[in-house]
């Protein structure tokens, strides 16, 4: 078998000749494969197919070294938080881009501290709290304001930021990060109350999705800008080179560059643990009946309301009778009037259980007896 290839960068053409014997004949060998090229002189030259393929590997593992698109030139987001540093202060733009960024925060803070006056529900089904685990990883995918305020600061520096485009000011560049970063937090605050709060599945989802709109409505005003829906001003202003002109990985020194992505990836890793702590702690609550009430003041009536012949089972730790005994009794209801208070100790199908205290001080009964003041006075 001949093969024939040309090598531009070494302007010679090259014949290679594959010399292999038989598998049937006597004395075969799969090591006897030999393989050999020549030039156009007939001279021997050395194999090439294994020098080919280490440069292939050398550039293989070069790409492999460019991690986390580090060498890739990037952009400032399509947003139109980026309007706080790309336009002037006096401008349409800077002006729409803080009635944005107020409506969102506003928005967040308004479900937020309509969520801290509800109460933490007493219990929850299977479905729900398996539900709860999984939105807290749907919430960190779908939140992207941290990571993309931190990347920005990793890779656009001062320097690089002015080489650029000299004319921005680095600080309000920083502040609009700044503005992205709270508001993930807010986001992400938000989203906690919503799971520990919530008492079905699509209740979970719904909302959450509701606060992803919330956060993305910086991305939709840019978009609807883009297409000239909110004038020429804000159109212009989406089409300034800023947004289509890409900035190069910066370099660092002394390992800042990998301490900077093993930041980024802690962030992640410290929001996870937050939200599990939480979720493990009211979950450990709710099942030990820390929500229940209590105690409660029951008032049935005033005895009106009766009940005959009505069949009263007492349970088998009964005090005051046999254990399991049933009984044929007039119930009045008012008889039951009283406070009564949880025992954490039992349940009923799942249920608490409250126990009759005493009307007069409220201690259990047959358990605890106050000390009467029996002392006579003129």
């Given at each position: 078998e001949m093969h024939c290839m040309t090598a531009s960068s070494l302007k010679m053409t090259?014949?290679?000749?594959?010399?292999?014997?038989?598998p049937e004949s006597p004395g075969f060998n799969e090591n006897s494969f030999n393989e050999k090229s020549f030039n156009e002189n007939g001279q021997e030259t050395p194999p090439h197919t294994n020098n080919t393929v280490a440069e292939m590997g050398m550039l293989i593992n070069g790409t492999d070294d460019a991690k986390d698109g580090e060498g890739n030139e990037i952009n400032f987001?399509?947003?139109?938080?980026?309007?706080?540093?790309t336009e002037p202060v006096k401008s349409i733009p800077f002006v729409f881009s803080l009635l944005i960024a107020s409506m969102t925060?506003?928005?967040?803070?308004?479900?937020?501290?309509?969520?801290?006056?509800?109460?933490v529900p007493v219990n929850v089904s299977s479905c729900?709290?398996?539900a709860q685990?999984?939105?807290?990883?749907?919430?960190?995918?779908?939140?992207?304001?941290?990571?993309?305020?931190?990347?920005?600061?990793?890779?656009?520096?001062?320097?690089?930021?002015?080489?650029?485009?000299?004319?921005?000011?680095?600080?309000?560049?920083?502040?609009?990060?700044?503005?992205?970063?709270?508001?993930?937090?807010?986001?992400?605050?938000?989203?906690?109350?919503?799971l520990v709060l919530a008492e079905n599945v699509l209740e979970i989802f719904y909302d959450v999705l509701a606060l992803q709109f919330l956060q993305q409505l910086d991305d939709i005003a840019f978009s609807v800008s883009k297409i000239e829906v909110l004038g020429k001003t804000m159109y212009l202003a989406t089409m300034t080179p800023y947004f289509t002109t890409g900035f190069k990985r910066q370099k660092t020194r002394f390992g800042i560059g990998k301490r900077i992505k093993f930041f980024l990836k802690g962030v992640y890793l410290v929001n996870l643990l937050i939200f599990l702590s939480v979720m493990i702690y009211v979950s450990i609550k709710q099942i030990r009946g820390d929500y229940q009430c209590p105690s409660y003041t029951v008032?049935?009536?005033?005895?009106?309301?009766?009940?005959?012949?009505?069949?009263?089972?007492?349970?088998?730790?009964?005090?005051?009778?046999?254990?399991?005994?049933?009984?044929?009794?007039?119930?009045?209801f008012s008889n039951f009037n009283g406070h009564y208070k949880l025992d954490k100790s039992r349940t009923s199908e799942g249920r608490p259980i409250y126990v009759e205290q005493t009307k007069s001080d409220r201690t259990p009964f047959d358990t605890e007896k106050t000390n009467f003041n029996t002392s006579v006075f003129p």
């Open positions: 090259t014949t290679s000749i594959s010399i292999a014997q038989d987001p399509e947003s139109s938080h980026s309007f706080l540093f925060y506003a928005c967040l803070c308004i479900a937020l501290f309509d969520n801290a006056n509800k109460a729900v709290r398996a685990y999984m939105g807290i990883l749907i919430a960190l995918l779908m939140e992207e304001e941290i990571p993309t305020a931190l990347f920005l600061l990793k890779r656009i520096s001062k320097p690089i930021l002015h080489s650029k485009f000299p004319e921005l000011c680095y600080w309000k560049f920083v502040g609009s990060c700044i503005l992205r970063f709270s508001m993930g937090y807010l986001f992400l605050a938000n989203v906690v109350a919503i008032g049935f009536g005033k005895g009106d309301e009766v009940w005959e012949e009505a069949y009263v089972h007492y349970p088998d730790d009964s005090k005051q009778y046999p254990g399991g005994t049933t009984l044929t009794l007039s119930l009045v």
